[in-house]
């Protein structure tokens, strides 16, 4: 998946069947779904894929069990579904995850059970496995660090977990793979209309400055948080359809809970629910939901957030954890539609909706992760009906993603690259020096950073640091410690000059200060 090769397919190519703006798993999914029914397909990016909300997620692939409680059991139902979809299709980045509901009333045993037993019935064949009710010991034994004065046992029960943007990327290089054409740092600067309909995108290149205009019958907007932008682009003054909340998390080390059972705080002081989930190595808490008014591509935390974040979990736990203890601190951004009937962010629904403009711009939004493969068949059933174009019928349920591997994981800190794995060993076999880790205490390699700017159109630090790995999101102070390395190793893969550089430095250096807590 090589950038430049990409651009010159948007130059070279006219007219599209169908084109997408937003890159992030609703517009990923979407592509790959087009191209694997034959569709001629382009993706544009204004930032790099998976930069938004697509990246900083909880790391669950769940039916979501405070939406159960809300009776919301279609919502349920399909993503209990897709989640089974995806664990079979990207097992290198997604994983069976325990979880324990720990209580502190008898009767919470009996009730939470209840619901969880109801869950896997609804998940069916492709669930995880079962609900158990757990004696004081097991808890315990489950959760060493959890406070057990007045314990009275607890639920343990099976959900999903991934790797978000690692998946996103894998997702770009599997529509790739069907014939799309993809292009991160790709933005859109105009809609072009003849008799009130788009024909055309103007698109312009934010790294080449170059400008290109692309003609298709189909167009898809795809841009989550920003989709009221392009709606407005669109048609001016247009009444916003969504309701944003912020949602924070912050990354503690993994001492705080040995083993590999996360942990599942059943009602917060705002009536949410808040998870400590084991991952790569360290434990992601959260999250809130702050209804926001400023959309931005760099959310940042607010201090009653992560004090949110703190007090709520210490409540469950025999020990404190402090302001020092985090290691990383991430905030993004939920498209929540409106609803006249809902007002607090936390109660609006999780549906997707797909709305079509008089211009024929056909806008998905809402959803969730986990449910990207049915918003992905659901717009392109809808651009299909619409268009009167139809190739093959949606194939997607059993295409695997890439990176899939016959048998199980390959083991190892960097399992999640899946088959190319194969890639970074012949890389090491080009250059023994890029087996060298990047930071001591993590398992990231030079060869990492290679392989991202050569097969994964990774452009800047960031987006290495960030996405292609993880280590922004797991230790910013670590991430900021390993900065020079890979603009560095970046600067000579891409031929970079030094101004570059010091652009470079200076602007992972501003945004890696916005994760420390």
């Not at 299709?89 to 009767?107: E, M, R």
């Not at 905030?331 to 929540?336: D, I």
């Not at 695997?400 to 890389?427: F, N, T, V």
Request: proline share 3%; net charge positive.
């Amino acid at each position: 998946m090589n950038r430049e090769k990409m651009r010159l397919h948007l130059e070279n190519e006219a007219h599209w069947d169908l084109i997408i703006i937003g890159g992030g798993a609703t517009g990923l999914g979407t592509a790959i779904d087009a191209a694997s029914r034959g569709f001629k397909t382009l993706l544009a990016e204004q930032d790099d894929f998976a930069k938004g909300t697509s990246s900083r997620s909880t790391k669950l692939l769940h039916g979501g069990v405070r939406y159960l409680a809300q009776g919301n059991f279609k919502l349920v139902m399909d993503a209990l579904k897709e989640r089974g979809y995806l664990i079979k299709n990207a097992p290198h980045v997604s994983d069976n995850c325990s979880f324990v509901i720990p209580v502190y009333k008898w009767w919470e045993k009996w009730y939470f059970g209840a619901g969880l037993i109801f869950y896997d019935v609804m998940a069916g064949k492709l669930g995880l496995g079962k609900t158990s009710i757990l004696s004081v010991k097991k808890t315990s034994a489950l959760l060493p660090t959890i406070k057990k004065d007045k314990l009275k046992g607890g639920i343990s029960y099976q959900d999903g977990q991934f790797d978000d943007s690692r998946l996103a990327i894998n997702m770009a290089q599997t529509a790739a793979e069907q014939g799309a054409t993809l292009l991160n740092y790709c933005k859109l600067t105009g809609f072009n209309k003849t008799k009130g309909k788009i024909t055309a995108v103007e698109l312009t290149d934010t790294i080449t400055r170059k400008k290109y205009l692309a003609h298709s019958r189909m167009f898809i907007n795809a841009t989550g948080v920003f989709s009221d932008a392009v709606l407005a682009m669109d048609e001016p003054g247009k009444r916003p359809i969504l309701s944003p909340s912020q949602g924070v998390h912050v990354v503690i080390d993994k001492k705080f809970f040995t083993g590999d059972t996360a942990l599942m705080i059943p009602a917060t002081t705002d009536g949410r629910v808040l998870f400590a989930v084991p991952w790569h190595g360290k434990v992601v808490v959260g999250t809130t939901d702050t209804a926001i008014e400023n959309i931005s591509a760099e959310p940042v935390a607010l201090e009653e957030e992560i004090d949110f974040i703190l007090r709520n979990l210490n409540a469950y736990l025999g020990q404190v954890i402090t302001r020092p203890d985090i290691l990383s601190v991430f905030a993004g951004l939920r498209p929540l539609v409106r609803t006249s009937a809902v007002h607090k962010t936390s109660l609006m629904p999780r549906d997707h909706v797909i709305l079509v403009s008089s211009s024929g711009l056909i806008s998905i939004t809402g959803g969730k992760w986990t449910t990207y493969r049915k918003m992905a068949e659901d717009v392109i059933n809808k651009a299909c009906a619409l268009s009167g174009m139809f190739k093959r019928k949606c194939i997607t349920t059993s295409l695997k993603i890439h990176g899939w591997s016959p048998g199980a994981k390959a083991g190892g800190p960097l399992e999640y690259y899946g088959s190319d794995l194969g890639l970074l060993e012949k890389l090491y076999e080009e250059n023994p020096a890029w087996r060298e880790l990047l930071h001591p205490g993590y398992p990231y390699t030079q060869g990492c950073v290679i392989l991202a700017t050569r097969n994964e159109m990774a452009q800047t630090a960031e987006d290495i640091l960030a996405r292609r790995t993880r280590l922004l999101f797991l230790d910013a102070r670590a991430a900021m410690q390993t900065a020079s390395r890979v603009i560095q190793l970046m600067a000579t893969e891409m031929n970079k000059d030094e101004q570059w550089i010091t652009e470079q430095t200076a602007s992972f250096d501003a945004l890696a200060k916005n994760y420390l807590a």
